[in-house]
């Protein structure tokens, strides 16, 4: 009797994924059966000024501590649309009208996907995190430096939607409601935790979602301010933490989203 050889466990689907903020460049390898990470992330700060050439250039040096040749997906903090930036509320204004792919792509060993950094957020909460297995319409919140939203419906999402800037009391929402204003404006928890709730509020009454996926810097300390939010809409809190950018942006990539 011949034995056959036993197969050699098949290889994860994997892809990587670069996450561009407005203080550090990170990346790694995402396998994209569990969306964990394949290794250590590399992170660089971001240069400054951020400008398309000196961010690229960064995404290369990123990349280029792996020996990695498949697809790319990079995350951007403002519009992307086909590749193309059209917003930087909180970047570099030359980043206005660039093609963030063909940019990216000279630096890099492989096809480029780009896209808004809540927007991969949102995919990789509603595919491994906090929104698995939700249907129904999902907003991801972040908020950060500036706010960002995500709108998801049964898993399938809206990209661009800008509405950390929608007009809340004559102001940016954002202004008033970001994580940065907190620290701005000295405010203590219960009142920074105030206005994220009017402004939840304003959300769930234009748009009527099913969950609210809150997350950003400021939810790794999500008792300090969850509790005290006010929505009829359920509020969880993002599970990929740090590396929902890098994880959406490699999904992103290997499903041409
Ligand atoms: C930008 C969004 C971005 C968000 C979080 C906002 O200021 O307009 O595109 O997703 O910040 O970075």
Redesign the pocket.
């Known amino acids: 009797m011949t034995s056959s050889p036993i197969p050699a466990p098949a290889a994860p689907r994997t892809a990587f994924g670069v996450d561009i903020g407005g203080t550090g460049i990170k990346g790694c390898v995402v396998n994209l059966e569990d969306g964990t990470l394949i290794g250590e992330r590399v992170r660089f700060d971001t240069p400054q000024p951020a400008t398309p050439e000196a961010v690229s250039e960064t995404v290369g040096k990123v990349v280029s501590a792996f020996d990695y040749s498949g697809v790319f997906g990079v995350t951007f ?3 992307v649309n086909h590749g193309v930036v059209h ?1 930087a ?2 970047v570099d204004p030359s980043w206005i009208g660039t093609n963030l792919v063909e940019s990216v792509g000279s630096h890099v060993p492989g096809p480029v996907t780009a896209l ?4 991969a957020a949102g995919l990789a909460e509603v595919r491994y995190g906090a929104g698995r297995g939700q249907s129904g319409v999902v907003i991801v919140v ?1 908020f ?6 995500a709108i998801l419906n049964d898993g399938k999402l809206v990209p ?1 939607a ?1 509405l ?2 929608i007009e809340i009391g004559g102001h940016d929402a ?1 202004s008033r409601a970001a994580a940065s204003a907190k620290e701005r404006d000295g405010l203590s928890w219960t009142e920074w935790s105030a206005r994220a709730d009017r402004y939840l509020h304003t959300l769930e009454n234009l748009l009527w979602p099913d969950l609210f996926i809150v997350g950003g810097g400021i939810s790794k300390k999500p008792e300090k301010w969850v509790p005290h939010l006010t929505t009829r809409t359920p509020v969880v809190v993002a599970a990929m933490k740090n590396n929902s950018g890098i994880v959406g942006a490699a999904l992103a990539a290997a499903e041409s989203i």
Not at 116 to 119: M, P, R, T
Not at 144 to 149: N, W
């Open positions: 903090p403002g519009v917003t509320a909180n808004n950094d809540a927007d972040t950060g430096t500036g706010i960002g939203i661009n800008e950390g800037h954002e």
